[in-house]
DNA sequence: GCGTCGGCTTCCGTTGAGTGGAAGGGTGGG
DNA sequence: CCCACCCTTCCACTCAACGGAAGCCGACGC
């Protein structure tokens, strides 16, 4: 290879996965130094990488010169088993949620410690919240969040209760005791409420999504206030749940919620 | 590099691509052989290469021993423009109109001469299409389709009109004068339909969405019949089409139809 | 239970793809 | 007009990458 590299041992294919990886969800648009350094590679070697991945359609430049991710990989992550086994199998359900009660609708799976937001279906007259397809928010302080921990393994569930709980508004559950027994509460009533606990104006209900036993997301809407509703609601979310449930099994190729 | 290569001159960063190009459609789950081979590079090599995806996380390697695409490139795919950009921000009033039609609603863009379908909105009680999301299917036979080639550069019409227009349904339209005088009128209403062209039971009705005078998407949604309700659903997909070009406006950094 | 086959994994001598500092061009701002 | 920064190109040097061969492993047929 190279007389000489500023990272001996690291691979061609490393580095360009570093470009890539310079994305996220603050960073869209980079220029080739931004590139060069968020990838720690010298500039003319990003330049002859990102050259590469430009031709093939992995990433795309601007008008104004900067990069972004290129619509071949959108492609491609739409083949992920994450879009086609859960997500697209579970949308039709949730269309049906949506269309039933106009609220924003999520469904989540758990991410380690985090929630992963799969869908997020929602219109403008439903509740503003922060999540987005893709995103990954706090697993205690959101509905589908409760359900995913307490269906969680005694591991990961000591991790999330030993860790500090951010409190994200005043309503936020931070207490390690006072979750570990809503936790408790969710298993016995086989769904999860939050109030205003990760944003004011927003409370939700969530159940969780199971294929053949085990639980493997988590389905939920976002409404500004449960009240004598909340009946109904669990009713309808389990009613979704067990289709998708249903609908997963029938289609085993798609490990979906891995 | 190598002593010997079966193609010399290919990049390492080429055949990762080539790699993860493998994947499409019809191909979600490919083993270690078959991957070598739709890559067109030995096994050994796809071998060490595919180690290295799995290691970033842009492929996975499922039970079975057979590799799909992995969640990072699902997370990548979310922050391409096509995605952040029109998706994201119409996403709201494909909701909106979904929750006032429970009508499959179709999002597309053009991409050379085909539709991409950007999104997709459908309940169990909307008429079942063909399309989903990332889709391509031909421009002639659907509503966001016509509206799509109707609005293209005069040399993409020349080559859509001048190919063989495959029949997809006794109704479709294959003689390129219809299909030329559709179009026509598709300029003057400002909307276009099909009635059973692309599938049999489904009916289409879309409307250009415009971003500063520029189309740059299509808005549609598909029922059974169009009916005497043709009117009511142009004006609901017009003031959605209206509200998703006005979005677009405002958000200039997501260059999202391209 | 054994043998065969196909897929996968590991090895390693050879070599050319890849390296990045230097230099130069272009653009925007002061 | 000048300066700073970004981007692009060059090229001597070298080590990362190459893939056939060999071996391992599991499934299948007899």
Request: glycine share 0%; no cysteine.
């Given at each position: 290879m190279a007389g000489r590299t500023s990272s001996p041992g690291a691979s061609v294919t490393s580095r360009a996965l570093a470009l890539l990886g310079a994305f996220d969800e603050t960073h869209r648009r980079l220029s080739l130094t931004e590139l060069a350094e968020r990838a720690a590679l010298p500039v003319p070697t990003a330049h002859r990488l990102v050259a590469e991945l430009v031709d093939w359609g992995a990433l795309s430049r601007a008008d104004d010169g900067r990069y972004v991710v290129g619509r071949r990989v959108w492609d491609l992550g739409l083949l992920a088993p994450v879009q086609t086994g859960l997500r697209q199998l579970a949308s039709p359900y949730l269309h049906d949620l949506y269309g039933a009660t106009l609220a924003t609708v999520h469904l989540a799976v758990r991410d380690e410690l985090e929630v992963l937001y799969v869908d997020r279906l929602a219109g403008h007259a439903s509740v503003p919240v922060?999540?987005?397809?893709g995103s990954r928010l706090p697993i205690h302080a959101t509905g589908v969040g409760k359900v995913l921990l307490a269906h969680a393994p005694q591991d990961v569930q000591a991790r999330v209760l030993g860790a500090r709980l951010a409190?994200?508004?005043?309503?936020?559950?931070?207490q390690p005791g006072s979750l570990r027994r809503q936790l408790a509460r969710v298993l016995r009533d086989d769904y999860a409420t939050t109030t205003e606990?990760?944003?004011?104006g927003a409370c939700s209900v969530a159940v969780p999504v199971r294929r053949d036993q085990e639980v493997v997301a988590a389905l939920g809407i976002v409404l500004p206030r449960l009240g004598k509703d909340r009946p109904r609601l669990v009713a309808a979310l389990q009613v979704a749940a067990r289709g998708i449930g249903r609908t997963l099994s029938e289609h085993p190729a798609g490990d979906a919620a891995r």
């Open positions: 922060v999540s987005q397809v409190r994200l508004t005043a309503y936020t559950v931070t606990e990760m944003s004011l």
